[in-house]
Nanobody, 120 residues
């Protein structure tokens, strides 16, 4: 079955950096777009960044552009989110996401999330 497992969250001071990882299994990772979302308390889940299967298409939310970098290692079935110059407003649970077609049925899959807290 499809599994997405995030790691790398934690507590960091403003201006600091973190790298999130999402390890995927159960599907052909190299064939699918991967996305990072986040959800802050009391707010809707928002798309942070996505990267196409080949890495040719990348996009970021305006609030993180220039500070966050998404990357992927298809050999390791892992997608990363490098987060620099972190701000308190980046505090949220970060989720890995993909939409996968299996046996003719497509659906969204989510990881369990990893907490990122930016605070002094």
């Amino acid at each position: 079955q499809v599994q997405l497992v995030e790691s790398g969250g934690g507590l960091v001071q403003p201006g600091g950096s973190l790298r999130l990882s999402c390890s995927a299994s159960g599907f052909t990772f190299s064939a699918y777009t991967m996305k990072w979302y986040r959800q802050a308390p009391g707010k809707e889940r928002e798309l942070v960044a996505f990267m196409s299967s080949t890495g040719e298409r990348i996009n970021y939310a305006g609030s993180v552009k220039g500070r966050f970098t998404i990357s992927r290692d298809n050999a390791k079935s892992t997608v990363y989110l490098q987060m620099n110059s972190l701000k308190p407003e980046d505090t949220a649970v970060y989720y890995c996401n993909t939409f996968v077609m299996l046996s003719g049925v497509g659906r969204d899959y989510w990881g369990q999330g990893t907490q990122v807290t930016v605070s002094s």
